[in-house]
């Protein structure tokens, strides 16, 4: 009964989500386009008779989380279909698989459009990231005899609290899930806390450890770090997945590691497209001769600048790859922090904010190793920064990668669970 009050409400609310969709086409076309997908109108192909696999990334992040499990799957033979619900996401998927997976937005969370979707898919698993979950898509699920599964499954104490607050809708919504594959056993604990039965969790640890950088792409950050470094003449360090009211805390820190160390250069990477021309326009004010890199691509050589801003989708490992320090966004702001594995795995030292619930056992880890150090201010950022250059950056970016190294494998326990769910 209480879901369907929270389905009502949803309803209702539909013309204010279909207003923010519009207000944020401003600076992102694509929220306006492709509406009917959102609401499960669709022209769905034959896909075949493989089992079929409906799997849901939010955005860039859990589209790119999931990579190494949607390339073994493919692997596998298995038919593959892909939702997001941000136009970056879209895009992402689209230029990685093209039509070798069926990719729409997800529908919303109103049973009617979530039984359409369904039907006109017929997927035999569910597979949703992190913290993805939706009470009526796993309610239409469980009624349709489709198993379901939150991979990669985390939840900080901040989460946790909300859930909490309406546990008469969480409490129903988790009894509905399959299988959870969680990341560690701190994160699982709260999910029992919240009702979810210890019979469905396994602890699999996070599949974001189990990055494999193609030779490629070695050669392209190589070939990038010379051509930004001058030949291995100036240090470069990164500010990446930045959020509003970061970037001028970033730009400050450079100020001062200028002071010290004039030659040294900055890769700022805004986590959100629709910032790229305003945190440009803020290192125009702020006295720094900046090049976009969707300007120039590669073409970075023999030319003056301070700040090269990343301002193209799908090159961040490429960036971390092409840098000797690193800085993780979205910690600096009350957000919880963004994937400190990216770095690690290049052997390149990382450098948060405070703010690291999303990652809360990662980082843990890191700092532990003495791969990570966690700054307040722009003050401790740049006087980190100017030590790791001086002579840490080796050590602690052979600890960081120590640590991604030795937690490899949730990949394979993920498998092995999807394996169980689709032939169980």
């Avoid at 009917?36 to 089992?51: C, T």
């Avoid at 090269?308 to 960036?319: A, V």
Wanted: glycine residues 6%; charged residues 20%.
């Amino acid at each position: 009964m209480l879901r369907h009050l929270y389905s009502v409400l949803f309803t209702l609310l539909l013309p204010l989500v279909l207003l923010r969709l519009w207000l944020r086409g401003r600076t992102l076309p694509g929220y306006r386009q492709r509406w009917g997908e959102r609401f499960a109108h669709f022209n769905a192909p034959k896909l075949g008779e493989q089992k079929r696999i409906w799997l849901h990334t939010v955005s860039v992040g859990e589209f790119i989380a999931a990579r190494p499990l949607i390339n073994k799957l493919l692997e596998n033979n298995y038919t593959l279909i892909i939702t997001t619900m941000t136009p970056t996401g879209s895009e992402r998927v689209q230029a990685a698989y093209g039509d070798r997976v069926f990719h729409v937005y997800a529908p919303y969370d109103i049973p009617f459009l979530v039984n359409r979707f369904l039907t006109k898919t017929k997927p035999h698993l569910a597979i949703f990231l992190e913290t993805e979950l939706w009470p009526n898509i796993l309610h239409c699920c469980k009624r349709k005899s489709v198993a379901t599964l939150l991979a990669n499954a985390r939840l900080s104490e901040k989460s946790a609290r909300g859930y909490r607050k309406v546990s008469w809708l969480a409490k129903p919504m988790l009894d509905n899930l399959s299988c959870a594959a969680i990341q560690n056993q701190q994160d699982a604990e709260r999910f029992y806390a919240l009702g979810f039965s210890k019979t469905k969790a396994k602890v699999t640890g996070s599949i974001k450890f189990d990055i494999v950088i193609p030779a490629y792409l070695r050669d392209e950050a190589q070939s990038l770090q010379l051509a930004i470094s001058d030949n291995n003449t100036r240090k470069i360090w990164i500010a990446a997945s930045t959020h509003k009211g970061e970037d001028e805390i970033i730009l400050d820190a450079h100020a001062q590691v200028l002071q010290k160390a004039p030659d040294t250069r900055l890769i700022l990477v805004p986590r959100h497209p629709d910032r790229f021309d305003k945190v440009y326009q803020l290192c125009i004010d702020s006295g720094y001769k900046t090049l976009r890199r969707s300007e120039i691509g590669n073409k970075v050589a023999n030319k003056e600048y301070s700040v090269l801003l990343g301002d193209t989708m799908g090159e961040l490992m490429l960036l971390f790859g092409s840098a000797h320090v690193a800085f993780v966004g979205g910690s600096f702001v009350d957000n919880g922090g963004h994937n400190y594995i990216e770095p690690s795995v290049w052997a390149v030292p990382v450098l948060s904010g405070p703010s690291q619930f999303n990652f809360s056992e990662i980082s843990r880890l890191l700092m532990e190793a003495g791969g990570m150090i966690t700054v307040q201010n722009a003050e401790q950022l740049a006087e980190q920064v100017l030590s790791l250059f001086s002579g840490e950056a080796l050590s602690r970016g052979k600890a960081a990668k120590q640590v991604a190294e030795q937690n490899q494998g949730a990949l394979a326990r993920l498998l092995s669970i999807t394996e169980e769910l689709l032939h169980s």
